[in-house]
């Protein structure tokens, strides 16, 4: 596997690929197995500095293209990642251990449609004018300058795409850091753009830590920082972004819930529980954790749940027929177990999984805990793994007060045929991106983000353009100036 999955360098940076291996080797692990099938290096300072550098440079010059022009390398770079779906796609299951049945529909090809719609959006962004009298002001849709992303380890091509065509559409240069965990697939996002047309400088990836995330987010000469990972990243990276008063976008954790009333179709009921809980193995930001089950269809739900989990197909990610792969990491793996152990020592009713999967690599059943209370660990703490928590209730009033009662407010999902109903739930959510009879899903016209500790900004849609770009308001004066004195 490795002549697949080692990079020809760590980082990719000024138009090329670069190394250093002064810089801490960091391990690339094939979750299916255990087994090492890369090593990258951490960036050194020269590293950074060769990044923060080149990206200044190019981006002027960046910036005064016309959007049409932008947007054509974009657009080239999606069509070259449609191409090369397939060893993106394997790719991006060797860093991840997602089964190719998802990364095959869901990673490289979701990076190409932002590519494509931000590079169509770039020849549309424009500023206003503001007639005053016979005066006039008029507004510049300006870059932000050099954007940093840091990226999370469950989608690691979509995230670098997410937040590079955005900025890139917008004019900015874009230094972005993958998560340790995930380093190679930002490196071949890089490689395309770069091969599409992009100019040397302008979308750079290096690989580390925190410290070098960190490294990047406290340089004055950043403008912008766009983070996807946890709550506790958040506070740091915010904090750290604060004291330079730079620009955040703020993708962080979520404790999602899904309210399933009794006039819900069950079936669909079911599938979105289960696409909102157990694709990707769990490790879905905006999954639907907290599944609130009306009392009338509880049981005929978690009977048909149990049923339908039996079809999972558990087994070598790298296989089209598996549907369900390992979790990322020994290290993640240990986590979600501790939380299943709090889930039954707190007294939740464990209804089918629980238990690793006898073979190598980090694979855990999917789990379903019943009779789980608010006040249990696992209906407060996010665990980014495949474990369901099903609670029910009695009245819609009830259910919007317990779904709210969280200190997230990432995503929230409503199954009903009473639409009316629906949109009152919807409306009543304090969530970012919500879903009625559906769940996750994630297109890039619609805008996406968290409310409350999941985040601040958003991503993808029009929206983004607004995070990505600043206004400039210009006051035009047709006569003489008039002064007191
Ligand atoms: P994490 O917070 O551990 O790390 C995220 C990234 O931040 C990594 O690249 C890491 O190296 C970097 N980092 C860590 N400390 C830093 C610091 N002090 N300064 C700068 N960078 C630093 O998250 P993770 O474990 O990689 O990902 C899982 C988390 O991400 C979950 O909480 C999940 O909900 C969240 N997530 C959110 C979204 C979203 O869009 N809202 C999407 C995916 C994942």
Redesign the pocket.
């Known amino acids: 596997m490795s002549y697949l999955t080692q990079p020809t360098a760590s980082h990719f940076v000024n138009g090329a690929y670069v190394e250093d291996t002064n810089g801490t080797p960091i391990d690339v692990i094939y979750p299916a197995t255990g087994a090492v099938i890369a090593t990258v290096h951490a960036a050194t300072p020269e590293v950074v500095e060769q990044a923060i550098v080149s990206a200044r440079v190019a981006q002027g010059a960046w910036a005064a293209l016309p959007g049409t022009e932008r947007g054509r390398i974009l657009g080239r770079a999606a069509d070259m990642m449609r191409e090369r779906n397939h060893d993106l796609s394997v790719l991006e299951t060797c860093d991840t251990g997602k089964p190719y049945q998802e990364t095959s529909v869901a990673d490289a090809t979701s990076g190409a449609d932002a590519l494509e719609y931000f590079g169509g959006l770039a020849a549309t962004l424009t500023g206003e004018h503001i007639q005053l009298g016979t005066d006039w002001a008029y507004t510049r849709r300006e870059a932000l300058g050099l954007c940093v992303g ?6 690691p091509t979509q ?1 670098a795409c997410w937040k590079g065509a955005p900025a890139l559409a917008c004019g900015n240069a874009m230094i972005f ?5 995930t380093p190679l697939c930002a490196l071949k996002v890089a490689e395309i753009l770069h091969e599409a047309g992009l100019p040397a400088g302008l979308y750079n990836v290096i690989q ?7 490294a ?2 406290g340089d004055p000469r950043v403008d912008k920082v766009s ?8 506070r ?2 915010y904090a ?1 972004a604060a004291a330079g008063i730079k620009h955040v976008t ?5 404790k999602s819930p899904l309210l399933i009333f009794d006039d819900a179709d069950l079936e669909n009921a079911v599938s979105g529980a289960i696409l909102g809980n157990f694709y990707s193995s769990g ?4 999954n639907g954790t907290r599944v609130f089950v009306q009392k009338g269809i509880k049981e005929a739900f978690l009977a048909r749940l149990t049923e339908r989990l039996k079809g999972a197909v558990i087994g070598d990610p790298l296989d089209p027929a598996t549907s369900f792969g390992p979790l990322v990491s020994q290290r ?1 793996l240990e986590i979600v177990r501790s939380y299943i152990a709090k889930g039954i020592e707190e007294g939740a009713r464990l209804v089918t999984g629980g238990a690793r999967v006898e073979r190598d690599g980090f694979f855990l059943q999917p789990t379903v805990f019943a009779d789980v209370s608010d006040d249990m660990t696992i209906a407060r703490e ?1 665990i ?1 793994g495949p474990v369901m928590a099903v609670l029910d209730f009695d009245t819609e009033e009830e259910a919007l007060a317990r779904a709210n009662a969280s200190e997230f407010g ?1 995503s929230a999902g409503v199954f009903t045929r009473d639409l009316v109903r629906a949109h009152r739930v919807v409306a009543g959510f304090e969530a970012g991106t919500c879903f009625i009879n559906s769940y996750n899903d994630a297109p890039v016209e619609m805008p ?3 409310s409350k500790l ?2 601040v900004g958003r ?1 993808n849609a029009k929206a983004a353009i607004e995070h990505y770009s600043q206004l400039k308001s210009v006051y035009v004066r047709m006569g003489d100036m008039e002064a007191p004195f």
Do not use: R
């Open positions: 840091i990226g999370a380890w469950n989608y995230i850091k993958p998560s340790e965990t580390g830590m925190g410290e070098v995330g960190g990047l987010v983070l996807t990972g946890s709550v506790p990243t958040g740091k990276v750290a703020m993708e962080l954790g979520g490790q879905v930001c905006s993640q996010e980014f990432l996406f983000g968290g999941s985040g991503e």
